[in-house]
Nanobody
Framework: QAQLMESGGGSVKAGGSLRISCFLS????????VGWFRQASGEEREAVAR??????YVFDSVKGRFTISQDNAKSTVYLQMDSLKPEDTAMYYC????????????????WGQGTQVTVSS
């Protein structure tokens, strides 16, 4: 079983930046696709970005402002968030699986507990 733990969330003013991290531990062999999702209060969960063997994909809603990257030596995937807007306020979750098919479908096997990001105007 793989375990995922997010960190780095917090409060920031609009236009600011935050970098959140997802640390993978446990049995991570074959867990090659990691995604970031977010869910605002009262809203549906939304995919933000994913990375597969170092190849990133960022969804249109945050493209140009968010960057996903990974450091294999640290077993960590990062989400760099720049030019933050109040509408980026949400709980951010990382999730992972052996294949991006399930991550793309929003049904990956492993999930973290989430880290809150709050952007004030």
């Amino acid at each position: 079983q793989a375990q995922l733990m997010e960190s780095g969330g917090g409060s920031v003013k609009a236009g600011g930046s935050l970098r959140i991290s997802c640390f993978l531990s446990g049995y991570t062999f074959g867990v090659n696709c990691v995604g970031w999702f977010r869910q605002a209060s009262g809203e549906e969960r939304e995919a933000v970005a994913r990375i597969y063997y170092g190849s990133p994909y960022v969804f249109d809603s945050v493209k140009g402002r968010f960057t996903i990257s990974q450091d294999n030596a640290k077993s960590t995937v990062y989400l760099q968030m720049d030019s933050l807007k109040p509408e980026d306020t949400a709980m951010y979750y990382c999730a992972a699986d052996n294949t991006c098919r399930t991550v793309a479908a929003g049904t990956p096997k492993y999930w973290g507990q989430g880290t809150q990001v709050t952007v004030s105007s």
